[in-house]
């Protein structure tokens, strides 16, 4: 029977409101701009195209001037740099900026100047069209407090409703209710009853829902006139507003709210990467619908520098910029950005803002990374591990434009080498300390080593050190004859890096005594090794011996076939010489042996 009974109600009450709505006139008031002084107003304003108008609202002592930009229809497609609505926290567009407008606003946006005053200017760009803007302001004092009136809700399910239900709402009201239900859940909003002031954009009395944890997480919708709107949430956090004026009020609005579990994981893939060149946060969407926020209200401290999304939301830049504080802290450096989740000047929430701030912490031959959220005092934490990236070279000469490029380095005795460490990153603050120098017959360095530099100090007669250049540390020194005994000599240097701009560093310390060394010990650092080094002269004797058996190799043959030859002689000679004895044997036994004539006796 009551749902038979709103129905059969429902079009008198609608052509009631709209005759309501339509009658609210606006006399007297200029086209574009004004300067006002009552305790409230509702401004329709309609503009066309290259406007630039202003107004300014002066309020009473011990108030406050809440405006609310309940409806806005900008040109198509107009961005926000051409066409917007710019709110200043004072008497001319020279104070502070309270919050922006755009076509793109998803929001109701509700601000409170913290001055006597407060001005608005609605900029629009050369595209015809004729936009249209319903705007009202009142006064209020801060301390007041309406029963009702908003609140913190939580829990797996609960009820509220409006102020004085079910009697008229108040005039001049707004109203938060900020709902948080058990992780990994979502939120199902059912309005029981719901009887708002009806008009065609719900300019006058609304009611508005946000998927999130404030006014700037996304509209799910705004609702006005006699209604039983539902809502569902993406996450376990959703924000319930109503607004009044003071045209006409109804009996408001009972709602209960209930939950029921999220699919899956809500915080997977959240991930800090630190290199030497470069910060990477990854946030996944779930993650982000968790705490009741989209990948369009992030921002680092640069707002210009703008997250990549794909399946994840993802900021990467250089150690250096997008607002990164750095700070040398002694014994590491750190880089700080963080992400804001409620944008400045956004909407009244009365809510805290939710940020998360990721820290690179460079130090102990490692890069440590830590990213940590804190939303109503809560935080969460996530770790990773990475290095500096740092090589080492020799160069042909102090000019340092001609690296060696290839291995092993001959050189010969007391001939001057130059090396350089460089430290690959994006940030130009940094400066590279040579704090030891080693050299060693064995890459592994073992018992037998010799300190060219030792705590900043120069241990060899023949070092020089450069001055700091940029990411640079360079010095030279003497081909010495630790080289006579060894083919091989590599060089090992530990590497202190720091804040340029720091004159307490390490790096500006330089050379450090055993005595202040034991007070103040440096130990993070990285290292890198670069050889190895051989004398010219094993050079020359390794081809020397490569000639010799070059040249051997050659002679081989040929005295094989010599001796081939004299052996065929000697066969050939010795045949000979048998077949000249047979024959002599032969004619011998001739001649002593002569035939006989046999006589006869007869």
Known sequence: MQLLWQFLLLPLFTALALSESSSVEFTGLPRCGASLHEPNKALRIELNANA?????IQRNANQTIRIVFSHFKFAPSSSCETENIKVFDGASTASPLLGQVCDDTDAVPVLESSSDSLTFIITTNSVPFTRNFFVYYYFFSPGSRTENCGGELTGPNGTFTSPNYPAPYPQFRYCVWHIQAPKNSKINLEFRDFFLELDRNCQLDFTAVYDGASTATGLLGKVCGLAQPTFESSSNVLTVV???DDANSYRGFSAQYSTAPLPGPTEPNTTLTCSSDSMRIVL??????????????LQLNDPSCRPVVTDSVIFTFPLASCGTIKKDEGHSITYTNTISLAAAGSAITRQRSTEITARCTMSNNETLELIYTTTNNAIQKLAAGGRYNVSMAFYESDLFSKPIQYSPYYVDLNQTLFAEVTLHSTDPNLQVFIDTCTASPQPGFGSLTYDLIRSGCNKDDTVVTYPAFENHGRFKFRAFRFLRSFPSVYLQCDIVICDSNSTNSRCARGCISRQKRATSPYTWKTNTVVGPIRLKRDLRAAEH?????????????????????TLAFVVLISNILIVIAVMLKHHKHQTGYSYQNVQNSF
Do not use: D, M, R
């Open 545 to 565: 011996s490569e000639y010799l058996t070059e040249v051997e190799a050659e002679k081989t043959p040929n005295l094989q076939q010599y001796n081939f030859y």
């Open 284 to 297: 996944s969407k779930s993650y982000l619908a968790s705490l009741g926020f989209g990948e369009a209200h």
């Open 242 to 244: 109503l607004s009044t």
């Open 52 to 56: 630039n108008c202003t107004w300014q």
